[in-house]
């Protein structure tokens, strides 16, 4: 090891040895996130950091998908069926009670249904898996609700793998401190330190192994690594490959994001098909594999990964080609379209490991082409104004690097939400896209599945959707002392009963 190694890993460790006395119990674990939480709300849960620590957690849903097995399993719901066309009824699990003592039943899950699609408050959830589409939930007894989609959605008990059940006291507004039904409830929250979480001994499921988690932040993944390597922290579930080197400790795995720079269709000159295509003709994605990027990334062609449903194998990512892409510039311009237009790209800090050289480098290319770029990375609460609808009015042109996370196996937890007009991530504005959307969310079967890829190769093909980059993997380090291991859903939450000790 060089001294420079070595003195630089003192300095990180000094930063925070002497911070916090992590407690190591026999029962209890610390992980360190890459970065705090802005919100801590159920309805939020489908935010990679704040699931990581909410889902299945503290916030429990009706199902539960399994993506080893590629199962729907019971977990607030014991049973559903489709009673209609359209309408599904789920019978709930009796004897369940939330954090704060009140029992669990039908009335709950209409009101955690009613708050994610509310206009009265922006829920991730309802933004991103109940959007297209309308939905409602009615409590037929105590242990019985019926919920209803218009168009009839083939895959709703799927869905309801998404949605996090809150008490039906809880109001329209983000809370603070999140009640559920799940074997943990929040016990201490102390904003840019630490969450902590304690095992609750009236849980109405099997008791976990795991009675207490701390989970404190640091950016810097070689601190991340580190703190795991010295036996202050037990979980670091992102650490970049460059600290992925102890084959004891440190696990590689698909974790279903795909890296991407959202493009912005509604404003110029983003709104030229020829500068999106020059935008990505600019970008040589191969040169990032094995550098910036793990040697197992996959070039992407989709938002979602290649295992779901209706992925069109057959799409070939844009070649990198500067030449073809200063044409189409110059082609533009003559045009009229105004392509010397300054263009931001929005980063958030610690999003994926070497964001802020990868973002870096891909500015660099758009220059080389003749393209106006800068950058700004933003923390996350300051990103998300950009991320998510409403857009500004005067926000001129913008590209978005974004990670959209999809294990569960089909399209519609991606397209609507990312490729709708009224998408709440969407950057795109194409009617005739959102009645191919609308069609493939409501087919059944194979019909499904070739309604699906027809959407991704227009997005792709046709109108360019995106600057698509790369199909993720994940690494984490996790303590000898655990008996866990880590899996393409980790990335999106972290089950705490799924660690034991060994």
């Given at each position: 090891m060089t001294c420079e190694l070595t003195c630089t890993t003192s300095l990180l460790l000094g930063a925070f040895l002497g911070t916090a006395a992590f407690a190591q119990d026999d029962n209890a674990v610390t992980i360190v996130l890459s970065e705090e939480l802005e919100l801590i709300d159920p309805c939020m849960?489908?935010?990679?950091?704040?699931?990581?620590?909410?889902?299945?957690?503290?916030?429990?849903t009706l199902t539960v998908f399994q993506p080893s097995t590629a199962e729907l399993l019971p977990k607030l719901a014991e049973s559903w069926e489709e009673t209609e066309a359209g309408t599904w009824r789920f019978k709930l699990r009796s004897g369940v009670s939330f954090s704060d003592g009140t029992p669990f039943g039908a009335s709950?899950?209409?009101?955690?249904?009613?708050?994610?699609?509310?206009?009265?408050?922006?829920?991730?959830i309802g933004g991103k898996y109940f959007g297209g589409f309308e939905i409602k939930a009615v409590a037929v007894d105590d242990t019985t609700v019926d919920i209803t989609s218009d168009p009839a959605q083939p895959i709703l008990p799927l869905l309801m793998s998404s949605l996090t059940i809150v008490p039906e006291e809880t109001p329209l507004e983000y809370v603070q401190t999140p009640v559920g039904t799940g074997p943990y409830e929040m016990t201490e929250r102390n904003m840019g330190t630490n969450i902590v979480l304690e095992r609750r001994e009236e849980y109405w499921g099997e008791m976990p192994a795991v009675a207490k988690a701390t989970y404190v932040f640091r950016s810097d993944s070689s601190v991340r690594a580190a703190m795991v390597e010295v036996g202050e922290a037990d979980i670091a579930p992102v650490i970049s490959e460059l600290e992925a080197t102890n084959p004891d400790t440190d696990f590689a795995y698909p974790n279903s994001e795909t890296t991407y720079l959202r493009l912005d269709h509604a404003t110029a000159p983003l709104n030229d098909r020829r500068v999106r295509e020059a935008l990505n003709l600019a970008v040589d994605r191969e040169a990032f594999i094995g550098t910036l990027m793990a040697l197992e990334a996959i070039l992407a062609t989709a938002v979602v990964p290649p295992s779901t449903a209706g992925y069109n194998a057959d799409l070939k990512p844009y070649a990198f080609d500067p030449d073809r892409a200063r044409e189409l510039l110059a082609e533009a311009k003559a045009d009229g379209v105004t392509v010397d237009t300054p263009i931001r790209i929005i980063g958030r800090i610690g999003l994926f490991p070497n964001d802020a050289e990868v973002l870096e480098a891909l500015m660099a290319m758009f220059q080389d082409v003749g393209f106006t770029v800068s950058l700004e990375m933003l923390e996350v609460g300051e990103y998300n104004s950009y991320y998510n609808r409403p857009f500004a009015e005067d926000r001129g042109p913008q590209m978005v690097s974004?990670?959209?996370?999809?294990?569960?196996?089909?399209?519609?937890?991606?397209?609507?939400?990312?490729?709708?007009?009224?998408?709440?991530?969407?950057?795109?504005?194409?009617?005739?896209?959102?009645?191919?959307?609308?069609?493939?969310?409501?087919?059944?079967?194979?019909?499904?599945?070739?309604?699906?890829?027809?959407?991704?190769?227009?997005?792709?093909?046709?109108?360019?959707?995106?600057?698509?980059?790369?199909?993720?993997?994940g690494f984490s380090r996790v303590s000898p002392r655990l008996d866990f291991k880590p899996t393409i859903a980790t990335n999106s939450e972290l089950q705490l009963s799924q660690i034991g000790f060994k």
């Open positions: 849960a489908s935010q990679s950091n704040i699931g990581r620590v909410l889902l299945q957690n503290i916030s429990e709950d899950v209409v009101h955690s249904l009613e708050r994610s699609i509310s206009d009265q408050i922006s829920c991730e974004a990670q959209h996370d999809n294990a569960k196996g089909d399209p519609v937890f991606s397209m609507y939400f990312k490729y709708g007009t009224e998408g709440q991530q969407s950057g795109l504005v194409y009617p005739e896209l959102d009645e191919m959307i609308a069609k493939a969310t409501a087919a059944t079967g194979e019909e499904r599945t070739a309604l699906w890829s027809d959407a991704m190769t227009s997005i792709h093909e046709e109108h360019i959707g995106d600057v698509l980059l790369f199909h993720m993997v």
